[in-house]
């Protein structure tokens, strides 16, 4: 791109663009490499997002694909987004409803059976068992659910992140809408306007505002002082 900028005759420019569309057509063939290898994105791009377990990188996942394409914390803009959605897409938000459950029931007997198993091992060691094999027998199938519920949670977290980055793509610009922030023409333009916003809100410095205007209600508008009650009582007596 600097070769380009940097060009002062056609040639130059011709061999700059070369150069670059040489560079996207390696970038092309590096992710059809990765994507044929893992056709469902398992971890996060990034090396710092990658979590110790499986539903760990299941929300980073979640959480990468907005602040990739357009600068989107989705930690702290997917609580502004998600009530928005009850009145603008309510099918797609009662999806959303629906697959949470799933999740929370998923983990929930995950959580169940492997406490169950917990406890059937703590007794079947610790205990003055009757039955030793049924006790291990419980132990081994508490083991086993617990193992396929948690899959089951991969994969609706997963699921779920299909539907959130989803929401993202089709209904950010409500959560500008409602900042009363213009939506911007081209995505490097955008991608700006979020971090910046991001940054306000995160800070409360009015200077982080997108566009450099000051928002309608700033931190920084003190707010109206209580009446003197000294100088109300004197205009009373007067």
Sequence with gaps: LNDQAAASNPEERLTAQQKIDSLALLIEKAFEEVERQEPLQALPLRRERVAPTALGNAYAVMEEYPFDRYGIDAVLFWPRLRPLLD????????????????????LGLSLLSGVFAAEAMITLRFGRALDETAL????????GLFWLFYQAGVSAART???????????HRQLVLKQFGIAAPGDIQAEQVVW???A?????????YWPGGSRPPETLETAPASAPNPDKKAKRVRR
Excluded: C, W
């Excluded at 779920?160 to 089709?170: E, I, K």
């Excluded at 940054?199 to 200077?207: I, Q, S, V």
């Design 199 to 207: 940054a306000f809100l995160r800070r409360g410095e009015a200077f």
């Design 87 to 106: 009145d603008a897409a309510p099918g797609q938000a009662e999806t959303l409803v629906n697959q949470k459950t799933i999740l929370d029931m998923t």
């Design 195 to 197: 971090l910046k916003l």
């Design 136 to 143: 291990l027998a419980a132990s081994v199938a508490g083991l």
């Design 160 to 170: 779920l992140g299909h539907f959130v980055v989803t929401a993202f793509d089709y």
